[in-house]
């Protein structure tokens, strides 16, 4: 019997297989040879891409130090003196360390990070000398990057430090940046030394000495702000990365517009809040073996509430709970409010193609007890942007310069985390008139609040919006176009309003039955919103002492409570600002 092979044929399995084809011929398949595996080429992950929502910074960075750190000899053929540092400056948590460490590994330098309070001794001299080693191992370590993290700790202005270590210190760093460029103008050849770049951080750049802030020294200045909406995207993408999740793309972009004014730190504890809810979720689960820890949408809100946003940390911000329906008439307020703050959020697409310019102001003037504070919170919550409610009065100071300092501080907070609404509630203590040559100790609030609103530096982002019961006292220059550009009369309500608002107060409380609503709306004719509801506490308080264990408020607590009602509104205080609004001459919208 003869026996050949046949290795062209493809066997059905890895091994051998034998077979009677015929006659005295038996044919053996061979398994081919294994094919070596295929190699997928590794690509190589920029270590940018690990930072979200810096894409301009980090371009302007690569262009100032990384053909610095790998080509120095094109600066020294051309003439021309590299880099010596950056300063990245910023609120706390925009990632500016983060930044600086992602720049070293994706140059390929080595990386001397220092914090500042680190290089504080208390012997004489022994800061200095930790400084220089710094830059000796630096120069050591060629091509290198130094990362100074909170410099301003170790290089304040040298006239506030006057001539102890904090100057000398100031000093050596100069000369140390300095002695870069002298290396290389000795020598004249590209050395070691111009291999070295100094990046700092700060969230004080102002508290730095001016003699660093030059070219020379520090380059350039490069501001790591709040991240708008497409920047905390992108960041909720870059730590959604690892982790599992059922949110849809959609849904993270409805998660980034909700969360004004948070900065990467802020959005990493929204994560890490989010996931520990999706991991307790899981563990309370009956059946765990067919599923695993997921992070869902609802996990993601949840968080967001929980976490306060860094870039209003040190001013009041109030989260509002107060919707639309929970405000008894003033219909047409609630429609131009709607108009000046939400449209231009959620339809400034048609505002740019128009050309028309949002609203930079509203404000609201009428009777006290009206809503207009109750108004402003509903317009926030509606919109589901921050609210710094300030109070007229707080911001007034004694000492000289803090008053304007205050009010520079707020807009500054609330253009980084913008969009956003400032509430001056009782504004008349701020922006009384200058009328008559009369002289105020707080004039300079009002002249800041005027160029705040409408000066050099445009208002984007940010709605102001204004509530006071005495219009006549403030400045014509803060009702003009451009600053306060709707001025909404909030007056009482009207019967159909009074209505409505018994309504939304009895809905909360236990009440008779038989309650007419028709006749106690009759019966509070000239009362305000307030009175209103001061009217249904009184009621119940009435019910309690007859009856304590009473089961509901009756009727005729209601409207004896009615009966008895002071009303703070009288027809004089109505024309009084029907008067203003004929005489004023102010676009009363």
């Not at 005729?556 to 002071?566: E, P, S, T």
């Amino acid at each position: 019997m003869r026996t050949f092979s046949v290795s062209s044929v493809t066997p059905v399995n890895a091994r051998a297989t034998a077979w009677n084809v015929g006659w005295d011929t038996k044919v053996i398949l061979e398994s081919p040879p294994p094919s070596p595996p295929k190699i997928k080429p590794v690509q190589k992950i920029s270590p940018y891409t690990l930072v979200g929502g810096l894409d301009k910074q980090i371009q302007e960075i690569r262009d100032l130090i990384e053909l610095p750190l790998s080509r120095p000899d094109l600066y020294h053929q051309f003439g021309l003196k590299p880099p010596r540092g950056i300063l990245l400056h910023g609120p706390p948590g925009t990632g500016k360390t983060h930044l600086a460490r992602v720049i070293a590994d994706a140059s390929g330098a080595s990386l001397i990070t220092v914090s500042g309070p680190e290089l504080s001794s208390a012997l004489h001299g022994e800061t200095e000398s930790k400084l220089r080693a710094v830059f000796e191992e630096a120069r050591a370590l060629s091509p290198s990057i130094v990362v100074l993290d909170e410099v301003d700790a170790i290089c304040p202005k040298r006239e506030d430090s006057g001539a102890g270590v904090e100057a000398r210190v100031v000093t050596t760093l100069l000369t140390l940046m300095d002695g870069m460029d002298l290396a290389r103008e000795l020598t004249g050849e590209t050395s070691s030394l111009l291999r070295v770049v100094v990046v700092a951080t700060t969230n004080r750049p102002n508290a730095i000495d001016p003699a660093l802030r030059r070219p020379g020294r520090f380059d350039r200045e490069i501001e790591i702000g709040v991240p708008d909406v497409r920047a905390r995207l992108s960041i909720l993408n870059v730590l959604l990365t690892k982790i599992p999740h059922s949110i849809l793309p959609d849904e993270l972009q409805n998660v980034a517009m909700r969360s004004h004014g948070h900065v990467g730190a802020d959005l990493a504890a929204v994560v890490r809040e989010a996931g520990s809810r999706a991991i307790k979720r899981w563990t309370l689960q009956g059946d765990q073996s067919n599923s695993a820890p997921c992070l869902t949408y609802v996990d993601l809100l949840d968080s967001i509430s929980s976490i306060r946003p860094s870039a209003l940390r040190e001013l009041f911000v109030e989260s509002p709970s107060v919707r639309w329906s929970d405000i008894g008439g003033q219909t047409l307020v609630k429609q131009k409010l709607k108009e000046s703050v939400e449209w231009p959020l959620l339809h400034w697409q048609s505002f740019a193609r128009l050309g028309v310019t949002p609203p930079k102001g509203v404000l609201l003037y009428g009777p006290p007890g009206c809503s207009k504070t109750l108004t402003a919170k509903a317009l926030a919550t509606e919109s589901g942007i921050n609210f710094i409610s300030v109070k007229g009065p707080e911001l007034l100071n004694k000492y000289v310069g803090e008053s304007e300092r205050a009010v520079r501080d707020i807009f500054r907070k609330a253009r980084g985390a913008a969009p956003s609404i400032i509430f001056f509630d009782e504004i008349d203590a701020l922006a009384t008139s200058r009328s008559d040559g009369e002289t105020s100790s707080h004039q300079g609030v009002l002249t800041t609040l005027l160029t705040e609103m409408d000066g050099i530096q445009d208002l984007v982002g940010v709605i102001v919006v204004a509530a006071t019961n005495r219009p006549d006292v403030l400045d014509p220059a803060m009702m003009r176009p451009g600053r306060l550009d709707r001025i909404l009369y909030v007056g009482p309500p009207d019967l159909e309003s009074r209505r409505e608002i018994l309504r939304i107060r009895t809905s909360k409380m236990a009440v008779d039955p038989d309650l007419s609503i028709e006749d106690l709306a009759w019966m509070t004719e000239g009362c305000s919103g307030a009175e209103i509801a001061a009217m249904c506490q009184e009621a119940a308080l009435r019910t309690m002492k007859q009856d304590i264990e009473s089961s509901f408020v009756s009727q005729d607590d209601f409207v004896y409570a009615a009966k008895n009602i002071r009303r703070q509104i009288t027809r004089t205080m109505i024309s009084k600002f029907e008067k203003w609004r004929d005489s004023s001459g102010v676009p009363v919208v």
